[in-house]
């Protein structure tokens, strides 16, 4: 989480137990990796819980970048293809599938160009004060509006392309904690945003909930004696 290494790891525990109860509800293969949405978030929080311990001590240095890098790759590179994906699997509307299809084909180039950008740019994260600021040192800055836009597509939007019950919820949820992110905590968003979109995975249960229940076979009525 952004705010301490208490609530980092705190923040994990929560989240794994929501992924644990997310998972036991799936009844179809293509629900897991929707399902599995908080255990991507409890893993994601877990390692800046790491982030945090090596910030603390300088003598941790040596092994900062290894939690740095995976918190980077989960943020930039997972969530792009994992969002729409997971959303595309459970669509059952033909046009609104397409278009998910479509975010996904997106959000993978993407992931694509955002593994060269971490992998060959000079990464950094650091204690500023009560947050973690990270920084990608990336030369060609005339794609990063180009870049925060297919991010916003893929990530944000998809909720609301969904036809699943609930999920405008987590759409708008999730809209709402990026705008609150961008005006208070701008120098901080992949780290602040993430702790919200992590309290917002909670919303996954009540969508596979819904899932649950339709999928459930219907009882039919006794035949008269």
Known sequence: MCF????SFGA??????????SIKKVVKPEQIMFASIPIIFSIQQFTEGFVWIALKDPNNNEWLNIPV????????????????????????????????KLFFVIGSLLSIFLTYRI???SVSAA????????????????????????????????PFISSAKRMINLGLLNFASFIITVIFFEDYIISVWCFFSALISW????????????????????AAI
Not at 12 to 21: K, N, P, T
Not at 71 to 90: D, E, K, T, Y
Not at 136 to 154: G, K
């Open 119 to 121: 992998l060959f740019s």
């Open 203 to 222: 919303n996954v249960i009540l969508v596979m909930k819904d899932l649950e229940a339709k999928n459930q076979p219907v009882a039919l009525p006794s």
């Open 12 to 21: 994990s525990a929560i989240l794994a137990v929501a992924g644990v109860v």
């Open 69 to 100: 890098l995976i918190f980077l790759g989960l943020a930039q590179i997972i969530w792009p293809v994992w969002v729409p994906l997971s959303m595309m699997l459970i669509e059952k509307n033909d046009t609104r599938k397409k278009v998910l």
């Open 4 to 7: 301490s290494t208490t609530a």
């Open 127 to 158: 204690i500023t004060p009560y947050h973690i600021h990270y920084d990608i040192n990336f030369p060609h800055r005339q794609y990063l509006t180009i870049i925060a836009a297919s991010y916003f597509l893929v990530t944000i939007v998809s």
